[in-house]
C-alpha cells in the first residue's frame, strides 16, 4: 500500500464547475499538507500549504484537512480552462526538536482538463 | 519571492556524455535543496537531499557515483549525471528550502528535460 493515494484521474469538467481533489494517506506522522499544480513540461507551483485540521481558503482555492480520517482535499471554485493542469498533493512528517523533516511524500497527481 | 532558477531547461546528447544541471535560488538561500525525477504521467520521485556544504543524502536504489550532487553555496546545488545512458532520459527537477524555515514548504524549478541518443 503506498503511503498517499491519489485518483489519477483523468478528469474532466465543464468551466466553472466545482472541482474536488482527494489524497488520503496512511501514515499518521505527516503534519504538514500541500498541494501543487504542474502544468505539462513545467515545475510543480505551491497552491496551498497547511499543518492543521480544518480549512484554508485562498481564492478559487479552499485546502481541506481531515487528519482523523487521513484525507485530504483541495477544492477549485469557478473552474478555468487554465486550471487544466496536473494536481500533486504533497506532505511531510514533523522532525524531532519541532523542525520539518522535509522529505515530502507525494501523491501519483490528478490530471485536470477544463473545458469552454 | 521564492524563486528557483533551473538550468538547462532541456538537453539532447550522446551516450556516455556527463551532463550537469543547475539549481539556483534566486532570492533566498537554502541550506537544503531536493533533487527529483519524473518519469511521464508519474508523479515525482525522490532521488537525493542536498545539503550546503555536506554530502547529499541518496534515496535507496539511487546510484550515488551516477548522479553526483554539488551543494556549494546557499543558492547552488547542481546535478550530474555521469555518462548518460537512455535509460537516463527522464525530467530532473530541484526544488530547494528557505535557511531558517524549516516548517515552509519547497519550492520547485522547472525542470531539465534530459535526452540521451
Known amino acids: 500500500q503506498k503511503e498517499v493515494e491519489q485518483d489519477p484521474g483523468p478528469l474532466s469538467v465543464p468551466e466553472g464547475a466545482i472541482v474536488s481533489l482527494n489524497c488520503t494517506y496512511s501514515?499518521?506522522?505527516?503534519?504538514?499538507f500541500m498541494w501543487y499544480r504542474q502544468y505539462s513540461r513545467k515545475g510543480p507551483e505551491l497552491l496551498m500549504y497547511?499543518?492543521?485540521?480544518g480549512n484554508k481558503e485562498d481564492g478559487r482555492f479552499t485546502a481541506q484537512v481531515d487528519k482523523s480520517s487521513k484525507y485530504i482535499s483541495l477544492f477549485i471554485r469557478d473552474s478555468q480552462p487554465s486550471d487544466s493542469a496536473t494536481y500533486l498533493c504533497?506532505?511531510?512528517?514533523?522532525?524531532?526538536?519541532?523542525?520539518?523533516?522535509?522529505?515530502?511524500?507525494f501523491g501519483q497527481g490528478t490530471i485536470l482538463t477544463v473545458h469552454p | 519571492g521564492a524563486v528557483v532558477s533551473q538550468h538547462p531547461s532541456r538537453v539532447i546528447c550522446k551516450s556516455g556524455t556527463s551532463v550537469k544541471i543547475e539549481c539556483r535560488s534566486l532570492?533566498?538561500?537554502?541550506?537544503?535543496m531536493f533533487w527529483y525525477r519524473q518519469f511521464p504521467k508519474q508523479s515525482l520521485m525522490l532521488m537525493a537531499t542536498?545539503?550546503?556544504?555536506?554530502?547529499?543524502?541518496?534515496e535507496q536504489g539511487v546510484e550515488k557515483d551516477k548522479f553526483l550532487i554539488n551543494h556549494a553555496s546557499l543558492t547552488l546545488s547542481t546535478l550530474t549525471v555521469t555518462s548518460a545512458h537512455p535509460e537516463d532520459s527522464s525530467f530532473y527537477i530541484c526544488?530547494?528550502?528557505?535557511?531558517?524555515?524549516?516548517?515552509?514548504?519547497?519550492?520547485f524549478g522547472d525542470g531539465t528535460r534530459l535526452s540521451i541518443l
Open positions: 504533497a506532505m511531510n512528517v514533523r522532525g524531532a526538536g519541532g523542525t520539518s523533516y522535509g522529505k515530502l511524500t
Open positions: 532570492d533566498f538561500q537554502a541550506t537544503t
Open positions: 501514515n499518521s506522522a505527516f503534519q504538514y
Open positions: 526544488s530547494a528550502r528557505v535557511a531558517g524555515q524549516l516548517n515552509q514548504p519547497q519550492h
Open positions: 542536498s545539503n550546503e556544504g555536506s554530502k547529499a543524502t541518496y
Open positions: 497547511t499543518y492543521s485540521s
